[in-house]
Nanobody, 119 residues
Framework: QVQLVESGGGLVQPGGSLRLFCIASGRIFTFNSMGWNWYRQAPGKERELVASISSGSGGSTNYADSVKGRFTISRDNAKNMVYLQMNSLKPEDTAVHYC?????????WGQGTQVTVSS
């Protein structure tokens, strides 16, 4: 079984920064061959794709228009971890953030990490 654990969220003021962490643990042996995504879900809204990074050490990245230029996704294959650096945070970024693989077949969702941007 693969477990996804997100962390790093918190309460920040508009314009602040957070760095989110996602670790995939358990019976996963091909982390480096998978693309990974960050998602977020705000209250009353559907889960949306925020950022993605392709497989390999030199993976390409893509971002939702709403976060492009502010967020950076990265990965450390040796640690089975994916990161999301979030800068210039806005109140509309408030959501629970999740990570998962990029393909159709998802691992069980983790609990996510709450990001709250408020003054």
């Amino acid at each position: 079984q693969v477990q996804l654990v997100e962390s790093g969220g918190g309460l920040v003021q508009p314009g602040g920064s957070l760095r989110l962490f996602c670790i995939a643990s358990g019976r996963i042996f091909t982390f480096n061959s998978m693309g990974w995504n960050w998602y977020r879900q705000a209250p009353g809204k559907e889960r949306e794709l925020v950022a993605s990074i392709s497989s390999g050490s030199g993976g390409s990245t893509n971002y939702a228009d709403s976060v492009k230029g502010r967020f950076t996704i990265s990965r450390d294959n040796a640690k089975n971890m994916v990161y999301l650096q979030m800068n210039s945070l806005k109140p509309e970024d408030t959501a629970v953030h999740y990570c998962n693989v990029a393909g159709r077949s998802k691992y069980s969702w983790g609990q996510g990490t709450q990001v709250t941007v408020s003054s």
